[in-house]
């Protein structure tokens, strides 16, 4: 069975690695919305796969630590690009839920970034 919890967070950043005359080397925002996608038995007991609420649990932290930050300053993020930000959240949420198999990061609804360990 496979669960997904959406999340959204606001942040600013800044491309470094891309030419100066790339927009995206200016300081500027996104809405982000982050999809954590979870492979798993279903509990027969409970009926879950996981709990929804020990997932937001789990990535409330990290959530806490992106949201209205500027994503460059936290470490890690130094080049905060959608990739990035998806195997920086997957090598923190990975370890407590081993359930988790796909981490989505959208800068829009129209681009985003899924990692999956590979
Ligand atoms: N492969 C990637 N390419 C780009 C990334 C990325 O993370 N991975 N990021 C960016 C920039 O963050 C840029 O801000 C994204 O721009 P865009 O998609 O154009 O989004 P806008 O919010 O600027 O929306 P528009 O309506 O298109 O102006 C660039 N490339
Ligand atoms: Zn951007």
């Known amino acids: 069975m496979r669960i997904t919890q959406a999340f959204t967070f606001e942040a600013a950043h800044r491309l470094p690695h891309v030419p100066a005359t790339h ?3 200016r300081m ?5 919305r982050v999809e954590l ?14 709990d929804f609420f ?3 649990e789990a990535f409330g932290p990290l959530l806490a630590q992106l949201d ?10 130094e080049n905060p690009t959608a990739e ?15 359930e ?4 989505k990061v959208f800068e ?3 681009c985003w970034a899924e990692y999956d360990g590979n």
């Open 37 to 50: 996608q979870l492979d798993g038995k279903v509990n027969p007991e409970t009926g879950f796969v996981i």
């Open 108 to 110: 829009t609804p129209m």
């Open 84 to 98: 990035n930000i998806a195997s920086w959240i997957w090598t923190r949420v990975r370890p407590l839920l081993p």
């Open 28 to 32: 500027h925002g996104h809405s982000y």
């Open 54 to 56: 020990d997932l937001e």
């Open 100 to 103: 988790l198999s796909s981490v």
């Open 68 to 77: 209205h930050h500027t994503l460059n300053e936290i470490e890690g993020l």
């Open 23 to 25: 927009k995206c080397h």
